[in-house]
């Protein structure tokens, strides 16, 4: 028999592991849930009529597809396929990729039933055939919320501030929200006269970070945009304070041109709807995001102490269910955490303090078979007491049942033996300071905290 | 373009839905979590060969496969090959059938890293092709736990407890535990003297309640069992209360078989653990649950006011890693609750008792759109209390925010508009008995409950 293993990508979370990760979703949860975000799940099969043309050449590439089940060969002429043509006839559906096509499938099929604002949250695992490597998982989590059916600009600023919360109680201090606006970075291609190039300029320059701004401007001047016109892109690439001084200046540099208005409109009102809180804002010209759908204001996370991609991204969109064929226009905006690298920030700069201190409270520590018994009632009275409470199934010796309580970081450690049953007594001990007291069987509950 | 949709047998799950499931699934966790069980999660994806012959032929049948990624078909002769052969060529990796091979497989893989005993829990879906119909789904959701690595009855008796606090949480009193013992069969198969029988005849009376006492004896004449055969046989089928008396009576009528000693030892053992707490517990000597891998106790938890099967099950195994070629013995117990089935349940028995009742607790509503600015720091104040809160995102009509109050329940409706604004107050409204009254900016926080 081989020895057993799990699909290249894919990750068992060990309760050690999953005790930090569920800090991480609850508290994101808790923060989607104090605004009034509610909570919609889909299923992790999709047709793949519903999946194919949503992410592009690559991205369709990148599906996982389920075979049909059945003998569905017997009627195919399989001498007169390859894999590209077999696939449609043997697989209809394929693993969820993302949670924005699902979420843009569910607002089409129940439209009418939906009050608008439709303020949702989805967290749930997306599979892409990726090759996997360090940080990049072929199974990993996904953290939404968007708001569709407002093109209002409080949703950006219910979502900065969102971000701000969760950072605050994840106790992630090091971080910049980057803010930018499609409608800015068409008003620069439409200045440098390259509009024609929007597409290419805009993945070009997403890459900063990566290349630099020389291999920035080298990879402007390759595809045909003269010095003058590699200039005027490269003035997005500074990073900013996001203020009304800087929104000024860029109203200044691109005036005349077509979508400069509405940009600065929007980040006008972003900024008065955020009043002081604008701490850890940056307008970064630079930002793009690859997704085509986004329309207006774009974000994303990055932290600052810890060399890592972005941990959150997102933005407005026109239409999102467009691709659903509605014709009315149900316009929004989402933001997406990546759980797997934030998980990674937060282990890297050690700011997982106690969430896995304890997978229970209490352990009972019974000294002969008799003793279970007598434990048993005593038990659920710390349980109803709210400890997390167990008895150890066996008269082990002490020591084993000692270094079982240390595997879960277990405070108290109740001994009873044959005395104890006989004075209707218990032995505490608090594991992390030693100490030990007896008490009656009516007040023990009492002695723990 | 066709009209969207999801696959057969699959499920969104609206916020009106999730809320109800969240409230069952973090009941039965909560309660996973006062005995001291861990949490594992597990991929979705598990290589076929860890998944393939762990459920018998049909169960193979029932694996949805997810195909290669890549052109795996370059190399494959496809005129010699049908569905059979083709599908171990494309397909390496399937989706999860249960959440108990796959905890075999973790601890198998991971058994040098356990402290034993190891009490782990897992909620996660599983997905199987069966033909959907009404109650069974191709995707559903299994909420298990385990104990691994003990052979102590104080496991059973901690289950029977577990059943009783998480049914009395979720406000369902009338089910019964049913309790069997394999050994039992076992040994009334052997009085029967149709041992080599012994599969056949579990298979056909776990099928009493459906086919009756009747159809039972005339299955079991059909596989050459006579009348006194059957009538040993049929004995099993009383339900009796757990008590020393019934096991008593049991032992006499067994007496002299191989197998009674155990099983009478465990359920002995078993009513001297539980005490008083016997409750809604029945010996169904019909109970064999089809897994081959049980042994001794086995569970069933019907509800006895819907007609509606089993909502959980379990029972203890011998050898849970052996199908991996692990040598070291690691027997252990375990108990898997069925969501879906439970939420129909209680569905249907009106037991969901305001667990919709609100996805937010007070929505303001800006009457122009200078008020959303004003209304953004008094927002982020009953956050900050605890209020889940919202701003309506546009300056629409009164009645229009009130409606979407109504459909989220929202209790609190803050009223601003110029008056308000130009005073500090805001106008608060009790949506539940309509009063409505002024305050100060200051204190108006405290007026909400």
Redesign the interface.
């Known amino acids: 028999?081989?020895?057993?293993?799990?699909?290249q990508g894919?990750?068992?979370?060990?309760?050690e592991l999953?005790?930090k990760r569920?800090f991480i979703l609850n508290t994101i949860e808790n923060v989607y849930?104090?605004?009034?975000f509610?909570?919609?799940?889909?299923?992790?099969?999709?047709?793949l009529?519903?999946l194919t043309g949503k992410y592009g050449n690559e991205g369709d590439?990148?599906l996982?597809?389920?075979?049909n089940?059945?003998?569905?060969?017997?009627d195919l002429a399989?001498?007169t396929?390859?894999?590209?043509s077999?696939?449609p006839k043997?697989?209809?559906?394929g693993?969820r990729y993302d949670l924005t096509v699902p979420l843009a499938?569910?607002v089409?099929?129940?439209r009418h039933?939906i009050?608008f604002?439709f303020?949702?949250y989805q967290i749930q695992?997306v599979?892409r055939?990726d090759r996997p490597q360090k940080g990049r998982y072929?199974?990993f989590w996904q953290c939404d919320a968007d708001?569709l059916g407002?093109d209002?600009l409080?949703?950006e600023?219910?979502f900065i501030?969102i971000y701000q919360?969760v950072f605050s109680k994840l106790g992630l201090h090091d971080y910049e929200i980057r803010i930018n606006h499609r409608k800015l970075l068409e008003a620069v291609c439409e200045k440098a006269d390259a509009k024609q190039h929007f597409r290419t300029i805009t993945i070009i320059i997403d890459k900063a970070d990566k290349i630099g701004i020389d291999g920035v401007a080298k990879e402007l001047g390759s595809i045909g945009l003269d010095a003058a016109q590699v200039q005027t892109v490269l003035s997005l690439l500074n990073k900013k304070e996001l203020s009304k001084q800087t929104i000024e200046a860029f109203s200044k540099d691109l005036s005349g041109t077509e979508s400069i208005g509405k940009a600065i409109e929007d980040l006008n009102k972003l900024i008065?709807?955020c009043?002081n809180n604008l701490k850890q804002i940056v307008l970064d010209g630079s930002l793009a995001r690859g997704l085509d759908y986004y329309t207006a204001c774009i974000f994303e996370v990055v932290p600052t102490s810890v060399k890592m991609g972005s941990i959150s991204g997102g933005g407005r969109y026109d239409n999102l269910t467009e691709v659903?064929?509605l014709k009315e226009k149900v316009s929004g905006i989402g933001i997406s955490f990546g759980i797997d690298r934030l998980y990674d920030v937060m282990e890297e700069l050690q700011l997982f303090v106690g969430q896995t201190s304890s997978?229970?409270d209490v352990?009972f520590c019974p000294m002969d078979e008799e003793a279970?018994?007598y434990c048993?009632?005593l038990a659920?009275i710390c349980?109803e007491k709210g400890?997390?409470?167990?008895?150890y199934?066996?008269p082990s010796k002490l020591k084993k049942q000692l270094?079982?309580a240390n595997?879960?970081n277990i405070k108290w450690a109740i001994i009873v033996g044959e005395s104890e049953i006989e004075k209707r007594e218990v032995s505490i001990k608090n594991l992390v300071d030693g100490n030990q007291q007896t008490s009656d069987i009516v007040d023990f509950v009492d002695l723990i905290h």
């Open positions: 028999m081989s020895k057993p293993s799990i699909p894919t990750r068992d979370f060990s309760p999953m005790a569920k849930q104090s605004f009034g509610m909570q919609l799940e889909t299923p992790a099969m999709e047709n009529s519903t590439q990148l996982f597809k389920i075979l089940s059945g003998d569905y060969l017997k399989l001498e396929l390859d894999s590209k077999l696939i043997i697989a209809e559906k693993l499938r569910f089409a099929m129940h039933e009050s604002p303020k949702r695992p599979w055939a072929r199974e708001v407002t209002s409080l949703c600023a219910d501030k919360t008065d709807l009043g659903f064929g997978f229970a352990l279970i018994s048993l009632p659920d349980r400890f997390k409470t167990e008895i199934p066996s270094d079982y595997s879960k």
